[in-house]
């Protein structure tokens, strides 16, 4: 049996629910799983429906959804299921090894296209999985030129979506609004906490007893995007300033991968700063 | 807005989330969340809805649904929202005092009409909530002169739920089979793990480094029933046995307190010997 | 066989731990644990340990230590085993709740010997627990006639801690500069976040996925003193502002309790704005 | 300055911490980290202790520590810093890939020196990282045969300490007692729980809320040797038993490269069947 999968974000209204399941039974198709959520803030209603039946004519169904939803719904009918990804790094490998170990044995959702960082250190570790390394350096460039060979190469492979897997560069508003909703970050700390340089150092400072990660779509608030995933581990006072970095990197790793995984599998929408996510 | 809660228990069929949402939609009811889950293995569909709107035949909505979904449906149409609690105790006092705090400030999603003890040790405590405390001794009676005992205390109260807060008396088939889903037990260790007498002990002598507890509807299956909640809280090796007991009844407390919540806002299901929960 | 319970904390020096044992052994004492921490950011030597054996005289024994250990050691022995503990709340009962239910079994490692209120909405239940309550209400009193009474209230009974249980009148720094290191709070969040007004709603508004609480010996940085315990919970998209009001009271009792506990048995140590803590 | 690290296990006496301590005063060794622990159901005591400082005659201090510490005492100073590991797998990537990558980056805290799989599935993905991988096959063998293959080339490496990662052959007595308390093992489950084939399967049947990995070292009870790391992570109604796996999975990565770390940095004592560990 065929599975298909439709995404779905309109205003609220009443009986979306049965007119969309409805919809779905006159196709002949059954409804295994559907998640819908809507946003009261926001007036807006969400839905994820995984569906079992033949799908011959999906242009059809669009258009039948376009009909019965409110005006400017966006309708996504089966999503391209393996994601092209684009990783970007500095010189951690923490996530990266995580993300290129998955990637070899196709459970990450989707599949890395490339690795850039802007040094060269983790050339030699991306070029065992067999995955282009491109080094794009800073160095004595403006932020626009960096960027826009960034930009350039990205364009070249066409990524659905762009990880920041410790990239430890500010991406200016220009580059984050030519990829709106598709940048993913893995930031050093709850949000909002020890915002800036040497987090852990200051959480050392603070003598904080649990630390944590944070995984959010970047928008142009720096550090502030709509959050994916976030996730915590207790420390203690014999935790060096090192020791909280090293505890730290545990659930850095952890918190992006599943929050690829999420985002991978379209489990995540965004709705104004924040996330809604059907697990 | 007047709110609803409908819960519907069936087998599995194409369309009918399409059916029932419509049905909603007709009767001028807005579907303010919606929570369905497939049990594949038993072929059962399961759905906990919340809507808002006037519902002035409550009779006719039943009759409606029964009529549109397939026999032997189970449809409950806003479920009484103060359930009526008995509680039954042996000596110790931690979980009987979260639920006492909680009743006394009105978010237990319950209250609680009476407390039995097989000890009287806990009366005092008990009676400085208000509450009537019944000491139904096991002392010189065979154990179904004992349950007997019990029994007609709790038909007189006729409670919805009765909670084993640490009653440590094996109840027996008869007993159990007389109030069917209906008796929530705390159990001092996940499942399966450690199974009988003191279970601390073993898990100090196993040297383990995780404890945790299970909440549980009892069926005959001693220890065994559909689980509700499960949590666990790490231990190391300078646990005394002593120190794992303490520990586990923090666990316990905050489990049994989560279980009950979930079960009285009616959001746990039963199917075969596991729950499907709407949170 | 007696048990004995030595706190120490001094300028750190090699062969501290050799000296301190060794007068251990001479007065017959056998140390059972012993758990000790330098402070390297301070070159401050910090130790808890316990000791099996008659000790006859303490005196003795404390100038023995004055003389081997540096200048300006702080030395305990035997402290006070059942703390003296007053309760300030406002109108939210969780954490009273939990901390009154374990007084009344002796679970607390102190005994509560007095509630205070700026409301008098607490009283009643207060009053079950037969702990006297006292209303200490700000209105129309300037903050300095409000901490003045309460002052005069906290000097009569002469608490050797007091626990702010969801307080919600900010201290003058004179106020708290009087109880040095002996006020605790429960802080509505981790530290450092979402700090002022309705932290949930901050905390809704930003769409986190983990929301946390952090108990804390308070100083006159606001919510910034050392912090004692912190715990974090998960939340996600389907919680209003007030599930996670409601989650986050669960976390703050718990941290709450699992503090005093710490600090009622002489585990925790503060250097300079953090703690030390021999759990 | 140089840094020395010192492990004990003796039997337990008053005054140990004294002599010791002592001792190391009088060698001008300043310790920087003690942890001392006495078991007292075997009457034995533990210690781990870091300490800065030129030891130029390790034997000397070896002699006097034997001399002082109670008979059959088990010192160690300066234990072997990287130790050597052997990896033995047989189709599963997820916990080989992270001990690979850790070790790629050096941060396993000892050195892969060879890979062996009774299936050769995983050999291209070790090729990647330039450790040697061998296919032991136990096609066609005895399980003697199998298991003398494998000990002749695990003595040919001569590790320090056997990692089962997902190995899937239980092993003789006669092989454990070879390597003893040098294998270590991770087990999907808590222990003891679903003991046995297809774990994942068994929690989905008995609709568990929670599931977890523990790490342990192996001895002849199949599945009981001393609990190392053990840690557990939610699940719910809507995972099917192949969810579960891919949750259980994540946890087994981590708490086995959380007990690697433990053991290979010399933190944990082995005492009958449990373990003590200095984190």
């Known amino acids: 049996m065929n599975e298909n999968l439709i995404l779905i974000e309109c205003k609220d209204n009443v009986g979306l629910v049965a007119i969309i399941s409805e919809l779905m039974a006159k ?67 923490h996530c990266l090894g995580d993300i290129l170990v998955r990637d070899t044995f196709k459970t990450l959702g989707g599949h890395v296209c490339m690795v850039a960082g802007n040094y060269d250190v983790l050339k030699p570790f991306t070029d065992r999985f067999g995955i282009p390394f491109h080094h794009v350096s800073h160095d004595n460039k403006s932020k626009q030129q960096f960027e826009q060979e960034l930009i350039q190469l990205l364009e070249d492979y066409n990524p659905d979506y762009i990880v920041l897997a410790k990239f430890m560069r500010i991406l200016s508003p220009e580059f984050v609004a030519r990829f709106e909703h598709k940048i993913i970050n893995i930031h050093h700390s709850f949000l909002p906490a020890f915002i800036g340089a040497n987090p852990y150092r200051q ?77």
Chains 1, 2, 3, 4 share one sequence.
């Open 203 to 279: 959480a050392y400072d603070r003598g904080v007893k649990v630390i944590g990660a944070t995984a959010h779509f970047v928008t142009n608030d720096l550090d502030e995007g709509p959050i994916i995933v976030q996730q915590t581990t207790p420390v203690n006072h014999t935790f060096k300033a090192s020791d909280m970095v090293k505890a730290g990197k545990e659930v850095e790793k952890s918190v992006l991968s599943k929050a690829l995984q999420l985002v991978f599998q379209d489990r995540v929408f965004i709705t104004g700063n924040k996330t809604i996510i059907f697990e």
């Open 27 to 93: 196709h002949n198709l059954n409804i295994t799983a559907m998640r819908e959520f809507v946003d009261q803030d926001k007036n807006t209603f969400f839905a994820r429906i995984e569906c079992a039946g033949l799908l011959d004519d999906e242009t059809g169904l669009q258009l039948e959804l376009q009909k019965i939803l409110p005006l400017e719904s966006k309708i996504t009918i089966n999503p391209k299921k393996e994601k092209k990804v684009a990783v970007l790094v500095t010189k951690e490998y």
